[in-house]
């Protein structure tokens, strides 16, 4: 503000004042909360099944079939010659035994010489009708399918595992403020601003 005291026969005066200004800053105050949930992790062992599975095949055995028919094997060809040998070897012996048992009974009368050379000389065959190959092929069909199931009970919680995790709360409090300060200063100044001077006393 400004005063001006000004006339004919006065001095000029300029006087000059400034109010007070106070300054005030507030910040207000804050509440942060920051809050986490509980958990609860549960973890399971799932039932599993594995399966494993075979391809079905068939497989067929001819062998016997071409044995009936006379193809065998060497084995098998050695084995039948000892059987049949040994089934001559017996026919011979026990047909010697029984020449000898007629022979030796003259009390029959009659020429056992001529009867046994003659039987020799036309022996009797017998004929019959048969077929081959006399068995079938062995016909056998693998393949299968199999199931092993893990089990997942294990003891009184049945494979079931739990984890928990408590829940949190944060809270950060911030107090308000307020900051008082004088922003300007009040002041007065007087200035002369006049050119006339009375000088008489």
Known sequence: MIYSLQGC??????????????????????????????????????????IHTELPRVEIDQYEAFASAGLKGNSD?????????????MEYINKTSQDGYR????????????DIAVRDA?????????????VGPKI???????FDAEKNSEGVDNGV???FIPGSVNINYTPG?????????????????????????
Do not use: C, W
């Open 9 to 50: 026969d006065a001095m000029g005066l300029t006087i000059n004042q400034t109010y007070a200004a106070i300054g005030i800053d507030t910040t207000p105050s804050r509440l942060d909360i920051n809050t986490e949930k509980a958990r609860l992790q549960l973890h399971q062992k799932f039932a599993k099944v594995n």
């Open 77 to 89: 060809l050695t084995k039948e010659a000892a059987d049949r040998g040994y089934q001559q070897a």
């Open 103 to 114: 022979l030796s009974a003259i009390e029959k009368g009659g020429n056992p010489i001529a």
């Open 122 to 134: 036309y022996p009797t065959h017998e004929f019959g009708l048969d077929f081959i190959p006399k």
């Open 140 to 146: 056998t069909v693998k393949g299968k399918v199999q």
């Open 161 to 163: 595992s739990g984890t």
């Open 177 to 201: 403020q307020v900051n008082v300060y004088i922003k300007q200063y009040n002041s007065i100044s007087i200035n002369y601003t006049g050119t006339n001077i009375d000088s008489h006393i």
